[in-house]
């Protein structure tokens, strides 16, 4: 069992920053890879990036590419997801997950791929 606690989100201008972190417990988070996903009202859940278990692989949805960063520290079992120039199409509730099974890469960018989901935090970008 592995359990997902988001933190870091919050209401921001057009062009500013946020750093969201997401704890993990339970099972060590160094052995699993870790993304962030997120959601707008009315919308599907759609990925934003991946980590491996030791930061090695990483991918990015390309409307985020350049502008976001993943990252994570397994000492103290967080992944982080650092993001700039934030646009107001941004806002939406970001989910981090947890991918305990698949030990492959293969359809990263799909909400099937992963097992385990923090409750969420949301970040809200005013024009």
């Known amino acids: 069992q592995v359990q997902l606690v988001e933190s870091g989100g919050g209401l921001v201008q057009a062009g500013g920053s946020l750093r969201l972190s997401c704890t993990a417990s339970g099972r060590t988070s160094s052995t699993y890879a870790m993304g962030w996903f997120r959601q707008a009202p009315g919308k599907e859940r759609e990925f934003v990036a991946r980590?491996?278990?030791?930061?090695?692989?990483?991918y990015y949805a390309d409307t985020v590419k350049g502008r976001f960063t993943i990252s994570r520290d397994n000492t103290k079992n967080t992944v982080y997801l650092q993001m700039n120039s934030l646009k107001p199409e941004d806002t939406a509730v970001y989910y981090c997950?947890?991918?305990?099974?698949?030990?492959?890469?293969?359809?990263?960018?799909?909400?099937?791929?992963?097992?385990?989901w923090g409750q969420g935090t949301q970040v809200t970008v005013s024009s």
């Open positions: 997950a947890a991918d305990t099974t698949s030990g492959s890469d293969y359809r990263h960018d799909q909400v099937g791929r992963y097992d385990y």
């Open positions: 980590i491996s278990t030791r930061g090695r692989t990483i």
